[in-house]
């Protein structure tokens, strides 16, 4: 079983920054992609961007240029860098790894 924390969502103003993090414990394989998905309120969960443990990222078109994902792999560890925040990029943020989901953390981008 893999546990997921995610930390570091809170309220910014448009066009401030947020980082989040995400560290994984548990029976965790030695390679597996982890990644970033969110959910607004009334829509559906949707990807954000994912890494694999050789660092390839990809990201999805609405965050592309404003977001960074990154993993610290002896940590166990993903982040999301995530700057030039819009009011639409409101949402709780989930981490996805082995299968497993974090148990999210909210994003507030409101002046």
């Known amino acids: 079983q893999v546990q997921l924390v995610e930390s570091g969502g809170g309220l910014v103003q448009p066009g401030g920054s947020l980082r989040l993090s995400c560290a994984a414990s548990?029976?965790?394989?030695?390679?597996?992609?982890m990644g970033w998905y969110r959910q607004a309120p009334g829509k559906q969960r949707e990807l954000v961007a994912t890494v694999t443990t050789n660092g390839n990222t990809n990201y999805a078109d609405s965050v592309k240029g404003r977001f960074t994902i990154s993993r610290d792999n002896t940590k166990k560890t993903v982040y999301l860098e995530m700057n030039s925040l819009k009011p639409e990029d409101t949402a709780v943020y989930y981490c996805?790894?082995?299968?497993?989901w974090g148990k999210g953390t909210l994003v507030t981008v409101s002046s």
């Open positions: 996805h790894a082995v299968n497993s």
């Open positions: 548990g029976s965790i394989p030695n390679i597996f992609p």
